[in-house]
């Protein structure tokens, strides 16, 4: 009863915005400014029924949460835009422009085949919007500019962007880092791409309370290059990539079995990212097989045993999931336990999979590396994988501060959003809207038990690597457990309602690699609070958490501003510890008296 009054709902808006085709029926692909008239779809709650006006996010009865994009007709199409510059790709491959267009065009002709419609968009041909010296705000807009000129596209969550190339292609945006854990300050984001204009800092400015799937422009992926001049040829790396993804453009991935290696220490929170996904593990003891997760160590590539069960597993998995540490160093370029290295590039070579989710710091470098050196390049250029999901710059772990009454597993950020994209990629989605769903439902459930800042950050530095319109085939056991597992836990009514975003401000007090040394910005420091206290606070970090004054890297001031207008001050410690294979880092929060507030250790 309620679907027909919804549709019923929908057809009159549809008449009143002239988005009925001369059929009388219901246009599937509605254009940029057509999309916008359209402001809702509930009228009752589908939860416990409470009517609802248009555009409300929240139910005011029970407070269940839900998006307003406007939702069209299935359709067997997949809509997606394809976005090149074909003079620097024909620069980096060393060939004429004129074949780079006939091979990207050649792609966009066969995908039509399997009702993949891409849309070449050329860079090139947006020189004025561009400019001489364009930034990423400046791609942006062509984005936008070139969906309005599509009458086939619409701004929301089914249409997929494809950047080909890396940051020296299309640059990647680097936007301010909310949580303060990344060296520079910044975290490189190709999310941005995703929402018109500079979405997150007008999401910091304008006191919203959720993210929501109708702020969504597109979804966003890249496949991504070395940086530089390439040594292989353009056919074989991206039209071979098309050509393979050609398999599954009708079938999907099927993904029976996802191989998960994990580092020992944190196996409670592995279990939370796996325990309604199908396990394998060809390993017999059992402490190698922990209920299906391979444990690191005694997993290592000089431990026979367990390489080889890994080997066998790899050959039956679809999906390799980890949970392992990783590094920047381009002689590290493989995943970590905390006993040194747990899987390496090389034992890619007997994989089948063809998707690849890793939380590891540094988890899928590109950018400044060679293939050989990147498990995502050579994943996607060497072993045939399709997608891929991780993080450039080192991804952080906390703990969680939950609701009474509410039921949570282990782990925090990275391993509570991991479940939740895994549970979407096996709804049959393709990967670009699972992985936007899944940030969404991630941040506007965890912000409320982590913090805004570090809930942020965390949707932000995951990107995902490959086509956004392949996904992987149903599977209602998967989604049936990860329901019944609470993968999204059910928040009380008064936190899933109502809670602006409280976004932390940082300034670089004292770096390490600063042109004076740390020592001198000390002394210089203008914080005289900070200044006062500064030895201080090295002596309790030292004292209570066993951070060595020798491995501080630099230190923040930062400041939180609530609704009411209250300002909170403190100052946040970054810690680098460079002895071993991966860099281990920690941050710790000390408000103003230097007392600490929160600790963070990245992965």
Not at 489 to 508: E, G, S, V
Request: net charge negative; aromatic share 10%.
């Amino acid at each position: 009863m309620l679907n027909e009054l919804n549709t019923n709902l929908e057809r009159q808006r549809a008449e009143m915005n002239g988005l009925l085709d001369t059929n009388n029926n219901l246009e599937t692909q509605p254009t940029a400014s057509q999309y916008r008239l359209q402001t809702g779809v509930f009228s009752f709650c589908p939860e416990c029924g409470t009517r609802i006006e248009e555009g409300t996010r929240f139910c005011p009865q029970c407070g269940t949460h839900f998006d307003v994009t406007p939702q069209q007709p299935e359709t067997d199409k997949l809509y997606g835009i394809l976005m090149i510059d074909s003079a620097r790709l024909a620069m980096k491959y060393g060939v004429d422009e004129e074949l780079i267009l006939a091979e990207m065009l050649e792609i966009v002709n066969r995908s039509k085949d399997y009702n993949i419609i891409w849309h070449l968009l050329n860079v090139c041909d947006f020189t004025k919007t561009l400019g001489t010296n364009p930034i990423w705000l400046d791609y942006n807009q062509v984005i936008s500019d070139f969906i309005e000129r599509e009458s086939s596209l619409r701004y929301g969550i089914k249409t997929h962007l494809l950047i080909v190339g890396g940051n020296d292609v299309i640059p990647i945006p680097e936007i301010e880092d909310p949580l303060g854990s990344s060296d520079n300050g910044r975290i490189p984001c190709d999310m941005c791409y995703s929402f018109s204009g500079n979405f997150f800092s007008d999401l910091w400015d304008g006191g919203n309370r959720s993210i929501s799937e109708c702020d969504v422009r597109n979804t966003v992926a890249r496949l991504p290059l070395e940086e530089g001049n390439m040594n292989t040829d353009f056919q074989r790396d991206i039209v071979g990539y098309f050509k393979r993804c050609e398999d599954y453009y009708k079938s999907g991935i099927r993904c029976d079995w996802v191989m998960m290696t994990a580092n020992a220490s944190w196996l409670p929170a592995s279990h939370t990212m796996s325990h309604h996904l199908p396990l394998i593990n060809n390993a017999y003891d059992s402490e190698i097989n922990d209920n299906g997760i391979y444990v690191a160590p005694p997993v290592a590539p000089d431990n026979e045993e367990a390489t080889d069960a890994i080997d066998k597993s790899q050959r039956n998995a679809a999906m390799l999931l980890f949970n392992l540490h990783g590094s920047e160093s381009k002689d590290a370029s493989g995943f970590y336990s905390d006993n040194g290295e747990a899987f390496t590039i090389n034992m890619l070579r007997s994989s089948a999979a063809r998707v690849l989710n890793t939380v590891a710091c540094y988890g899928a470098r590109y950018y400044g590396y060679a293939r050989e050196e990147s498990m995502v390049l050579t994943a996607l250029y060497e072993r045939e994988y399709l997608l891929y999901t991780g993080s450039l710059i080192p991804v952080p772990m906390t703990t969680l501060d939950v609701p009474e009454g509410i039921e949570v597993g282990e782990g925090s950020g990275s391993e509570q959003f991991m479940p939740i994209y895994c549970m979407e990629q096996y709804r049959g989605l393709p990967a670009g809207e699972a992985l936007m769903k899944a940030k969404i439902k991630y941040f506007n459930t965890f912000r409320h038990m982590e913090n805004d800042s570090f809930s942020l950050a965390t949707i932000m530095m995951f990107s995902l690597y490959g086509n956004p319109m392949i996904q992987l085939c149903r599977n209602n056991e998967v989604i049936r457990k990860a329901e019944e597992m609470n993968v999204i836990p059910k928040l009380p009514q008064n936190k899933a309602t109502n809670k602006p975003l409280r976004i932390k401000r940082q300034r670089r007090m004292i770096d390490k690699n600063g042109p004076k040394g740390l020592l001198s910005e000390i002394r210089d420091a203008v914080d005289a609070n900070l200044y006062a206290m500064h030895e201080s606070i090295k002596q309790t970090l030292y004292a209570q958490l066993g951070l060595e004054p020798r491995h501080l890297h630099h230190v923040d001031s930062y400041t939180i501003s609530n609704e009411f207008g209250n300002v909170e001050k403190g100052y946040m410690y970054a810690y680098k510890d460079d002895s071993c294979a991966f860099t281990q880092r920690t941050w710790a929060e000390v408000d103003e008296l230097g007392r600490i507030k929160k600790v963070y250790k990245s992965k």
